[in-house]
Nanobody, 128 residues
Framework: QLQLVESGGGLAQPGGSLRLSCTTSENTLSNYAIGWFRQAPGQEREPVACMDPGDSVPSYENNARGRFTISRDNAKNTVDLQMNALTPADTAAYYC?????????????????????WGQGTQVTVSS
C-alpha cells in the first residue's frame, strides 16, 4: 500500500513562492504516474500538474502553466511542486496522488477520478 505524505504548505503573500513536497513510503515511485491536485472550500478538486511514470515531461493545467513546476526524484521517492507568483486564487488544500495504471495526461484529464493513492493534503493560503 503506497503511502503519500505532503509537506511544505503554509501562508504565502501574493507574488510569493512555496515548495510542496510529497514523500512516498516505497522505493518504486518511478512505476507510478504522479500528480498534484487542489481543492478549495466549496469547489471541486482540480488537477494542477501530472507526470507519467519514470522520467517524463510533465503536463500542466492552465491554472499552473508558467508558474508551477512539478518534479520527481525517483531515487529519493519524492514529488515536488514549486509554486511561484502565487495569487489568492491558489488558496486550497493541495494533494499529491499516484497510480501505476495511469499516465500523466489521463490522470489530470480525468481530474484524479479513480486514482488509487492520495496523500492527506497540505493547506496553502495566499493572502496579504
Amino acid at each position: 500500500q503506497l503511502q503519500l505524505v505532503e509537506s511544505g504548505g503554509g501562508l504565502a503573500q501574493p507574488g510569493g513562492s512555496l515548495r510542496l513536497s510529497c514523500t512516498t513510503s516505497e522505493n518504486t515511485l518511478s512505476n507510478y504516474a504522479i500528480g498534484w491536485f487542489r481543492q478549495a472550500p466549496g469547489q471541486e478538486r482540480e488537477p494542477v500538474a501530472c507526470m507519467d511514470p519514470g522520467d517524463s515531461v510533465p503536463s500542466y493545467e492552465n491554472n499552473a502553466r508558467g508558474r508551477f513546476t512539478i518534479s520527481r526524484d525517483n531515487a529519493k521517492n519524492t514529488v515536488d511542486l514549486q509554486m511561484n507568483a502565487l495569487t489568492p486564487a491558489d488558496t486550497a488544500a493541495y494533494y499529491c496522488a499516484a497510480d501505476a495504471t495511469y499516465n500523466g495526461d489521463n490522470m489530470c484529464l480525468l481530474r484524479g477520478i479513480g486514482v488509487t493513492f492520495w496523500g492527506q493534503g497540505t493547506q496553502v493560503t495566499v493572502s496579504s
